[in-house]
């Protein structure tokens, strides 16, 4: 139990193009998704906080026109990168925290690799 | 505001050995703890949580935890690391809104 999945698992794109990711629980329903984004041998980086129905919190120094995030239902949450630029190459990872989960619960996704060239 | 050290970048031990990761945070009130591992390339597994109750925490693939409130601690420990234990761990502190701060990562590295 408790799997996220995330869509695409890698993706490469133009520069200035835009990319989505999907990320969905796939047994359970999720209170609240968090996108995370992970240089390379660096820890994770919390980018924004998204309940269904409502508009995300964006951490701070996170730019929300540049990563839009749209929490549709409890079960789906996707990220899109707009006008997508090589310094935006990252992995990005999501979590989905349950509804009956305890506090600070999260179960999170594979990831995805995006490459902007 | 809540934080999480993990003073090793990287760990070596050999395939059998036995194995702490070191985990300290700074949290104003009952902390809810979490340890993940991270393949490369891959996301986040739990390993182990504390809530609340007793503070010896028994994980999957053989891991345990131990909470030390006076030390504000929680160490990762295994007492024989096999080689698929290779990976990057997390140790994490439970926040407001269900936030998660993670450490800075530890690297394991198994000797064979």
């Known amino acids: 139990g408790a799997v996220v999945s995330q869509h695409p698992s890698w993706v490469i794109c133009k520069s200035g193009t835009s990319v989505k990711i999907e990320c969905r629980s796939l047994d359970f329903q999720a209170t609240t998704m968090f996108w995370y984004r992970q240089f390379p041998k660096q820890s994770l980086m919390l980018m924004a906080t998204s309940n269904e129905g409502s508009k995300a919190t964006y951490e701070q120094g996170v730019e929300k026109d540049k990563f839009l995030i749209n929490h549709a239902s409890l079960t789906l949450s996707t990220l899109t990168v707009t006008s997508a630029h090589p310094e935006d190459s990252s992995f990005y990872i999501c979590?989905?925290?349950?509804?009956?989960?305890?506090?600070?619960?999260?179960?999170f996704g594979p990831g995805t690799r995006l490459t902007v060239l | 505001a809540q934080s999480v050290t993990q003073p090793d970048i990287h760990i070596t031990v050999s395939e059998g050995a036995s194995l702490e990761l070191r985990c300290n945070y700074s949290?104003?009130?009952?902390?809810?703890l979490f340890w993940y591992v991270q393949s490369p390339g891959q996301g986040l597994q739990l390993l182990l949580k504390y809530f609340s109750g007793d503070t010896l925490v028994q994980g999957i693939k053989g891991f345990e935890a131990e909470f030390k409130r006076s030390q504000s601690s929680f160490n990762l420990r295994k007492p024989s690391v096999h080689w698929s234990d290779a990976a990057e761990y997390f140790c994490a502190v439970g926040g407001y809104g269900n936030k998660l701060v993670f450490g800075a990562g530890t690297i394991l590295r198994v000797k064979s």
């Open positions: 979590s989905a925290s349950p509804l009956a989960g305890g506090p600070g619960e999260q179960f």
């Open positions: 949290y104003g009130a009952t902390p809810y």
